[in-house]
Every structure is written in structure tokens, then in C-alpha cells.
């Protein structure tokens, strides 16, 4: 999704910008570009592409200024292009502007301004509120700022903006309403950005926007966990960090020797929690699935009625919410416009919302009643897998914690639980010890054109999740499908050419996921399965087989989902994809 980058102090502008927009380039994109002041001189570059792109073709030219701001580009109004990319210019050449968002009621302004002779260069909804701006100014006289808020009371949707005025090389003017802007203070100087890694290097120092009274409020964050270390890819290295990325989302909460759960945001509305006559599970995406397994959990351990939603249906189907209604919303970024605006209409009507999120400070973490967060750290990837265990650890201690208050857990049962639970970085790390059969796995199904994942009971998910990443970041037809199901219609796909992924670990539907193994092989259909370590049955029959170790079936998706990440991975980096940021994804996704 765009990212956005500003510098203005007593620094060389356009090298910090630029450095700022690589660390963004996560976020996915498709053009980039620069503006700067010089003597008076309003500059943009902008090109389609990748930002190394934009920085060859400025090789060579002065790009000299303290002033800088910048732009990576996820199309939404326009293919991409070089004069769709930001900065835009306004009709009079005086201001650049760049945006993050969606200006929903752009078409009738741009009619408006059409109308009086302006013209367009791009078919963006940005340069619309631009020279909509510069309208406003030349009219009233106005100071930019005054023309900035006057422009905004019109504007319906969502944005973030930047905008600076040849003639005011001192200042950078920036508006935010539902999309996210971290302002860092330094000394004699300001950084702007979407999120706060291109800024962690200059200073720690962050404007906290989220009162009418701005205060200033410390970064956590260290740039090396924004880098590669050593890893080809960020997504690998997200993979491997997971068992430090569990035991830190699992510390001081997991209270193993104790046999106690400590979340102050559950503890502090257990009442809420554990009354609730039923709790909804908004999110997107690999949240959704993590949403999946904890309505699997919560109504197994609290029998609580669980219902989960995807974000953007939920929001628009006008559902019934009821004043105390329990919410929990998952979100890695904390930013997706489909949660946060679902969100938003049942914090309306009175629900409460508890955020499970990773990234400390976002729009969902703030806009929720409570919440945990997750504690994976940024994730660069853009297909999640370090947050989605994060989310599953958070969500398994949520139900752990409100089971026992309910009283609707034996003793014996949360005990064991609690073990299982503490045992499960040790676990993903045995896992990740050996990746040679993943990768020779993925070697041999490279071709393939279809995959089906299969699984039952909290492994269905996995399923799902599975599928997701080959998607993602393989370009590979999945699909993810509840084991039984699929002799209700897929069983029509399965050949020797298709291989399905069956998530087989060892639990209560072990048996009835065998058969449904042998209703494959009758058909000659290719089985990979992600077996519990042990298990002699499941090689008899399987065309390849990747072991985890033996857990527990509530908390066996933790396990599960490693091997899947990886064969995607593997999979991805054998077609030559760029994983980290395959095509048309975005990391943030910013628009409804
Ligand atoms: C999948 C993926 C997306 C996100 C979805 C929700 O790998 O990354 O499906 O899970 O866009 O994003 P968040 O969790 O940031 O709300």
C-alpha cells in the first residue's frame, strides 16, 4: 500500500527520503516519487517501478535541498504510471502534493474544477484534491494551510497527505484521517513517514497524534529488526524468528511454573469477556484464519458462541450489534481500512472491542477498548507468518485465561494446556532445524498448477492458511477446504497431476483425515501431508510427508502452519518470485 516519506531540517533531504522509501518498499507498490524546493524551484521525479528505478534516473541531476517529500504508489484511481505517480502538481506548478488514501467524492469535484478550466494530468483522485486546494487558495486568499482544512471538510474518505509550496521551502504541511502518518522530532529537524521504519535511525523521538494535544512519546523499535540479517528473503527470516517471537509474545504472560495467564487487557475486562452472550472476530486475510482457529478454541474451552467475520462483509451488511457485544479484532498491521472501519461502526453502536495487534500504536490498537499485543516485531514480508503466530499465542492464552475464569475448564485440562502451550518455541525450532525434505518437496511440485490443502477441526484453518501463502507468493492456484468437504465437490479435481496438502497431525479426527487420505490415493491424487512425528501409518500412504512434533490438537496449528510457510517459500524462491513482495499484494492495506 502507498508509503509516504518527509524530511525537512538541515540534512540533504532527498537521500534520507530516499533511504525511507526502500524501508516502505514492503508495503508494496508500483511507482515512486520524489519532490523538492530548490531556490524557489519546485522539482518532481517520478517514475513507475521499483525506487532504485527512480533513483537511476536521477543520477546526475541537483538534487540539493533540505526539503523532501516522497511516495511509493498502490494504484487504486489509474494504472500505474509515471504520471500517475506521486507527487502531483497542481495546475499553477506552485505546489506538490502526495497522498495516502482514497478521496471517495473526487468525481464531482473534479467536475467542479473541470468546469472552471482546470486540467489533469493523471487520473488520480490526489491531483483532484490538489488543485481543488489551489482553487480554494487563489479564491480566498488564503494561507495553504486555511485552503488545506477548508478543502478537507469536503472531502469524504480516507487520507493521508503532504503537501509543500515552492514558495514556502521551510514547511511541509500534513493532514491524517484514517491513514497513518508517524511525525519523528529531531534536533532542528522533522521526519515524516507512514511507519516508523524509515524514521527509527534518526530518532526515537515520535509525535503521538491520536489526542487534540500533541505529545511526544518514545519509539521501541531497532533498526536491525527492519533488516535482513543475514537471510535472502525478510519472509525467511520471519519464519525462523518464530521461536523468539512466540517466547516473547508468550513472556511474562505465560506464567509456566506459576500455571498463570497474566494480560492486564483481559484481566482488566474479564467480566466483559467471560459474559459475553456471544463474541464476534473481525479481520482479513491470514487474521481471518487466526480468527478461525479461536473461535475453535474459545467455544471448545469457554463455551462461548463464536462468530467470525471477514472485516469488509461484516461492516456492510448492516449486522446486528448490541450494546455490550464483545469484538475481538485481528490485525498484524493495525491499519487494514476494512477492519478498522467495521470497527469503527460497532464501537458506534456500543460494542465492546478487544484488538489483538501487532503494531504498537495503530489505528486499530488505539480505536480498541482494550487488547494484547502480539510482539512479533515488524513484519517486512508481506505475506504474514511471524504475526499469525503471534495472533494464534495471544488468542490461545485469551481462551486459556477466560476459560479458567469461567469456570468452564477442568484443572487438569488448563495445566496441561498451560505445558503445551510453554513447550512451543522449543517445538517450531525442531521444526525449523531441518528444512531439507520441505525444500525437496517444493523442488519436486514446482510445476504444479492447482494445490488443495485439506485439514479438520483446528487444523482446517491451517488448511486455509496454507493455501493462502502458496497463493501468495507463488502464483499458484490453492484452494483450502475443510478434509470432509471435499468429496462434496473438489474430490472432482483430483488426478496424478494434483497435489493436496493434507494437515493429518495426530488428533481427534486422525482416523476420519486417513480415510479421507485413502479417498485420494483410489484417485491417484499426489499427497503431501504434515504428519505428527512418530506417526508410522501416515508415510504408508502419502506420497511425501513432513513431521511436527506431538502437541496438543488446540494448540497444534502453531505447529502445523511452519512446514506450510516454508514449502510456500521454497515454492516462491524456486519460480524465481520475489517473495517479499509478489505482485499486486500490499503489506498494509490502507483502502476499503
Ligand atoms: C496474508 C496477508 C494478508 C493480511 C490481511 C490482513 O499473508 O498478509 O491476507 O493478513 O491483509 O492484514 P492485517 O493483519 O494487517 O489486518
Redesign the pocket.
Known amino acids: 500500500m502507498c508509503g509516504i516519506v518527509g524530511y525537512i531540517g538541515h540534512r540533504e533531504a532527498y537521500p534520507i527520503v530516499l533511504k525511507g522509501l526502500k524501508r516502505l518498499e514492503y508495503r508494496g507498490y508500483d511507482s515512486t516519487g520524489v519532490a523538492i524546493i530548490q531556490d524557489g524551484d519546485l522539482q518532481v521525479h517520478k517514475k513507475k517501478g521499483k525506487v532504485v528505478e527512480l533513483e537511476e534516473a536521477v543520477v546526475g541531476k541537483n538534487m540539493h535541498s533540505t526539503i523532501c517529500i516522497g511516495h511509493t504508489r498502490w494504484a487504486t484511481h489509474g494504472e500505474p504510471s509515471d504520471r500517475n505517480a506521486h507527487p502531483h502538481l497542481s495546475n499553477n506548478g506552485r505546489l506538490a502534493m502526495l497522498h495516502n488514501g482514497i478521496i471517495e467524492n473526487y468525481a464531482q469535484i473534479k467536475q467542479e474544477l473541470t468546469n472552471k478550466g482546470y486540467t489533469f494530468k493523471s487520473d488520480t483522485d490526489t491531483e483532484v484534491l490538489l488543485n481543488f486546494i489551489q482553487d480554494i487558495q487563489d479564491n480566498n486568499k488564503s494561507t495553504l494551510e486555511e485552503a488545506l482544512r477548508i478543502a478537507l471538510k469536503r472531502i469524504v474518505g480516507a487520507y493521508c497527505i503532504l503537501l509543500i509550496d515552492q514558495d514556502d521551502p521551510e514547511t511541509i504541511i500534513a493532514a491524517r484521517k484514517g491513514s497513518p502518518l508517524v511525525i519523528g522530532i529531531g534536533k532542528g529537524e522533522h521526519f515524516l513517514a507512514s511507519d516508523a521504519s524509515p524514521i527509527i535511525e534518526y530518532t526515537k523521538e515520535v509525535l503521538g497524534n491520536e489526542k487534540q494535544t500533541p505529545f511526544i512519546q518514545k519509539l521501541d523499535m531497532e533498526l536491525a529488526a527492519i533488516e535482513k540479517g543475514g537471510y535472502e528473503h525478510f519472509m525467511l527470516k520471519e519464519i525462523f524468528e518464530q521461536p523468539d517471537t512466540i517466547f516473547d509474545c508468550l513472556r511474562g504472560r505465560l506464567l509456566h511454573e506459576q500455571q498463570q495467564i497474566v494480560m492486564a487487557g483481559v484481566d482488566n475486562h474479564i467480566e466483559a469477556l467471560t459474559k459475553a452472550s456471544r463474541i464476534l472476530i473481525v479481520?482479513?486475510?491470514?487474521?481471518?484464519h487466526a480468527g478461525l482457529v479461536a473461535e475453535y478454541m474459545i467455544e471448545e474451552l469457554c463455551r462461548i458462541p463464536v462468530e467470525v467475520e471477514y472485516a469488509s462483509e461484516f461492516r456492510y451488511r448492516n449486522p446486528v450489534i448490541h450494546a455490550g457485544d464483545v469484538i475481538i479484532a485481528?490485525?498484524?498491521?493495525?491499519?487494514?481500512a476494512d477492519?478498522l472501519v467495521a470497527l469503527e461502526s460497532a464501537k458506534e453502536k456500543g460494542a465492546f472491542i478487544f484488538g489483538v495487534v501487532?503494531a504498537v500504536g495503530s489505528s486499530?490498537a488505539r480505536l480498541s477498548h482494550a487488547g494484547a499485543y502480539t510482539h512479533a516485531g515488524p513484519e517486512i514480508g508481506?505475506?504474514?507468518?511471524k504475526?499469525?503466530t503471534g495472533q494464534l499465542a495471544v488468542l490461545t492464552m485469551m481462551a486459556l485465561k477466560m476459560a479458567k475464569a469461567k469456570g468452564s475448564i477442568s484443572d487438569e485440562r488448563y495445566s496441561h494446556l498451560v505445558n503445551e502451550l510453554a513447550s512451543v518455541p522449543k517445538k517450531v525450532k525442531e521444526i525449523l532445524a531441518d528444512t531439507s525434505k520441505i525444500e525437496s518437496i517444493a523442488q519436486q511440485y514446482k510445476g504444479a498448477s492447482d494445490f488443495l490443502y485439506l485439514g479438520r477441526g483446528y487444523n482446517f484453518p491451517i488448511a486455509l492458511e496454507g493455501a493462502?501463502?502458496l497463493k501468495?507468493i507463488t502464483y499458484i492456484h490453492a484452494e483450502g477446504y475443510p478434509a470432509a468437504e471435499m468429496k462434496h465437490g473438489p474430490i472432482a479435481l483430483v488426478d496424478e497431476n494434483l497435489p493436496v496438502v493434507f494437515v493429518a497431525t495426530k488428533d481427534m479426527y486422525y482416523d476420519k483425515v486417513v480415510s479421507n487420505i485413502q479417498e485420494i490415493k483410489a484417485r491417484k491424487g499426489q499427497v503431501i501431508a504434515v504428519a505428527t512425528l512418530g506417526d508410522t501409518v501416515l508415510p504408508t500412504m502419502s506420497d511425501n510427508i513432513m513431521f511436527v512434533p506431538d502437541i496438543d490438537e488446540v494448540i497444534a496449528p502453531l505447529l502445523s502452519v511452519i512446514p506450510l510457510q516454508l514449502l510456500s517459500y521454497y515454492v516462491g524462491t524456486y519460480k524465481g518470485i520475489d517473495v517479499d513482495k509478489p505482485r499486486n499484494?500490499a503489506?498494509?492495506?490502507t483502502v476499503e
Open positions: 479481520a482479513c486475510g491470514t487474521s481471518w485481528i490485525s498484524q498491521s493495525g491499519e487494514t477492519t501487532n486499530i508481506v505475506a504474514s507468518t504475526a499469525f493462502l501463502k501468495e499484494l503489506k498494509s492495506v
